[in-house]
């Protein structure tokens, strides 16, 4: 864990993983899904970094984690979605633009709202990456987006219509914004390993041949982006 500090003067604490060679490397901020940085987002951050990328994942639940659907709920719904995009990401990115020129912005459902609202408020991305999140359309500022972003999507997904998603990427590309979508045969979470089971929320299902295919066009995008 390490500290952070926002724009406004607050601090907060954010997990790295760091890769092999740090050196030079180009860094990704991860941010989490609505159960708070838990063993599973700490876990894809410890991915991008065996694969050569600095990973930090801002903790902005400040400490508090869940398994239960409704305690996660509740936290979601406590989280100041401006503040966290304009704040608490913008402090991660900072922490790692002291290392490195080139950082990214990926999350996934919570984590994908909150990436997309984060690349309209922060010049300093290079790149984003969205999994099955996105907020209500008229919060993004999508004139402000300079970026390439990936997106990946579930046509099963009971949370995130396909029909949202279809109007999103229209208004990207009317704003000029270089997107790339990918839809997959798959439900909410399909790239989550924990979606398992009788355990898992009811409209989420984890897909391991959908999530590995998402992650090869991942790293595939981020290199393009972030090692040129």
């Known amino acids: 864990m390490v500290g952070l500090q926002r724009p406004d003067g607050q601090r907060l604490e954010g997990y790295l993983a760091l890769p092999e060679r740090p050196d030079g490397a180009p860094a990704v901020v991860v941010i989490q899904e609505w159960w708070g940085l838990n063993g599973q987002i700490r876990g894809v951050a410890n991915r991008l970094a065996q694969s050569g990328y600095l990973a930090l994942v801002p903790d902005l639940y400040r400490g508090k984690v869940t398994v239960e659907e409704e305690e996660a709920h509740h936290l979601m719904e406590g989280l100041n979605f401006g503040d966290a995009a304009?704040?608490?990401i913008a402090a991660a990115v900072a922490y790692?633009?002291?290392r490195i020129t080139k950082v990214a912005v990926l999350g996934f459902c919570m984590g994908g709202a909150l990436a997309l609202l984060a690349l309209g408020q922060n010049a300093d991305l290079s790149a984003g990456v969205v999994w099955y999140g996105l907020p209500p359309l008229e919060y993004i500022q999508a004139s402000r987006i300079k970026v390439p972003v990936l997106g990946h999507w579930g046509t099963q997904d009971a949370f995130f219509s396909i029909k949202s998603v279809?109007?999103?990427?229209?208004?990207?590309?009317e704003s000029g914004v270089h997107a790339q979508f990918h839809r997959y045969l798959a439900h909410h979470a399909f790239a989550n390993e924990t979606a398992i089971g009788h355990g898992r929320i009811a409209g989420t299902q984890y897909d391991p041949q959908w999530a590995q295919l998402a992650w090869d066009r991942t790293f595939t995008f981020l290199g393009r982006t972030l090692w040129a």
């Open 86 to 88: 304009s704040q608490d």
């Open 166 to 173: 279809d109007a999103l990427e229209t208004k990207l590309a």
């Open 96 to 98: 790692l633009k002291q």
